[in-house]
């Protein structure tokens, strides 16, 4: 079984449409969780961390379950420059370093 | 310019061959990573380093070496490339400061090997 394991998609919407994406992950002892977007052919990069209570940040909304060991994402009013890869990410502590788990990824694409 | 420059961004080689990916930051971080990416699979980490004599094994070490031969410069070496190493190769770099989950990534180095 994958650490983290996402839908891998694509996820297909038109603008304006709300989207959700989950991810599960494995360690129970997982400490920290991020989203990062990865454009096509680009590297990835930070998006937002996912905090307990949950946390927006503009039209993204991350939420952490940690009974059940998922993060999600919500996406409303997407945009066509959302389109790309999202990465979940979930961290632990190991041998006095921060591991960092990557997802494999869940692609969306956003068509007029 | 980019914070996190590799070069060669893109390489085809032949199994057997010693590669050579580099890596330098203008961040001014102390931590630095590689990363391997292979479709259907999440971002792996190979080495890191905290500092410039401190060099930890990652999940998938074996057939690689690296070399910090600065607090800037982080290189990745192949010694006998062979196919299943073709894939996408990221460096990264994080802060010295508070556990943040951030990685400042390079644009990627992505080798073929034949």
């Known amino acids: 079984r994958k650490e983290v394991e996402q839908d891998p998609g694509p996820f297909n919407v038109p603008e304006g449409a709300t989207v959700a994406f989950n991810c599960t992950y494995s360690n129970s002892a997982s400490q920290s969780f991020f989203w990062y977007r990865q454009d096509c052919r680009k590297e990835p990069k930070l998006l937002m961390s996912v905090y307990s209570s949950g946390n927006e940040d503009g039209r993204f909304t991350a939420q952490l379950n940690r009974a059940s060991q998922y993060i999600s994402l919500l996406i409303r009013d997407s945009k066509l420059s959302d389109s790309a890869t999202y990465l979940c990410?979930?961290?632990?502590?190991?041998?006095?370093?921060?591991?960092?788990?990557f997802g494999a990824g869940t692609r969306l694409a956003v068509h007029p | 310019d980019a914070d996190v420059t590799q070069t060669p961004r893109n390489r085809i080689t032949k199994t057997g061959k010693r590669i050579m990916l580099e890596c330098s930051q203008t961040k001014g971080h102390d931590r630095m990573y590689w990363y391997r990416q292979d479709p259907g699979l999440g971002l792996r980490l190979i080495y890191y380093s905290f500092d410039v004599k401190d060099i930890n094994k990652g999940e998938i070490s074996d057939g690689y070496s690296v070399s910090r031969q600065a607090q800037a410069k982080f290189s990745l070496s192949l010694e006998s490339a062979i196919p299943n190493q073709t894939a996408l190769y990221f460096c990264?770099?994080?802060?010295?400061?508070?556990?943040?989950?951030?990685?400042?990534f390079g644009e990627g180095s992505r080798l073929t090997v034949l």
């Open positions: 990410v979930v961290s632990f502590s190991s041998g006095g370093y921060n591991k960092l788990i």
């Open positions: 990264a770099t994080s802060g010295l400061q508070e556990f943040t989950g951030e990685l400042f």
